[in-house]
């Protein structure tokens, strides 16, 4: 849960911003050749998640909500104001209707430009959807 949507932030979303934060006052140890001695930049943010706020319909209710707050905490919480953040679609359930579906459209919602202007040009949703593939029988 991040900061902005009120309650206990979820410790996810401390850990997530602390392991950033971490590995970029490190960059040069973990690429001693690549970073020494140049500047340091997020480029983006990918998120791909949805599936435990799809079991539970309170959370799945309050998903568009509790994601839009994420992209605007994780962009103030690491300093990064416009940073691009890319959406990768749950589409673990295919098509089907349901709470599953309710993620989906919230994450694309968050990358509609006319609900969220502020996002217009650094929010991008992919839809997986057509990716997803019945499972293979089991192999004897």
Sequence with gaps: RPPSSGGTVGPYYESMIANVKATLANITGYFPNEAAGRPVKLSGFAWH????????????????????????????????????????????AGNEPGRRADIVAAQMAVSDPTKYPEFVGTVATVDTRPFCRDPSPPTP
Excluded: F
Excluded at 63 to 73: K, Q, S
């Design 49 to 92: 998640q949805g599936w435990n706020d799809g079991c539970d319909l309170n959370m799945t209710s309050t998903y568009e909500y509790n994601l839009a707050n994420l992209i605007r905490d994780v962009r103030l919480n690491l300093d990064v104001p416009d940073l691009p953040v890319s959406i990768g679609a749950s589409g673990m």
